[in-house]
């Protein structure tokens, strides 16, 4: 049996290097967008896209992914000490590459924002049972409903290998690109 494919690091907030979280949550204020279900991809020791939905008072929820021990560690003591916000924001651990398509429902806003960052050698192998990034990123439109957002980040380590994915994916699945925003390219799903 392998090892799940964890982040030894931590991460924690540098709006400097890494603004895309709070770009994300100034997208959604801008856009007005309420009640809505949203699926990001890399908590942060911060958590501030989980914080900031569960205390904006839009109504929105998010479930949010980390491979980071520490980061997870954050977020139980976060949820701990603040009842509103684990009542709208739910963290897991886990590698986004082994995602389970029945185990996770249908999300209004999709953030695909460090796809192509943390795939290893053997991620795909059949050993390991991972997949590719287009494949995470075929998935998670999949389970973008009609009408929803998938978000996507200019300046991420992964942006040369996102930008061959996206001209052939978008092409190939029924979405649209609108407006940029700030550092985040933002898809509508038809
Ligand atoms: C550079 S940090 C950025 C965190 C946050 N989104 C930000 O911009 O401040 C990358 C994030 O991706 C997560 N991550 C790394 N490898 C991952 C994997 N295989 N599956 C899911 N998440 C992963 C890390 O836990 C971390 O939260």
Redesign the pocket.
Known sequence: MLKM?Y?TDK?D??EDI?P??VHFNEWVADQGLKNKLIYH????T?HVVGIEQARNGLGNSVVS????IE?YQAYIKLVTENSGVARNYLAYF????LTNGKLLPDFDIVTM??LC??FFPNTASAEYGGMTDRQVLDLFTDKTRPGGYLVFYKNSMGSDETGKILPVWEKEKPVERMADFKTLIVYRKK
């Open positions: 494919n982040w991460w907030l540098h890494c895309c979280d991809f890399g908590t942060g911060h992914i980390t491979a980071s980061e886990g590698d986004i590459y924002v460090h960052e943390f």
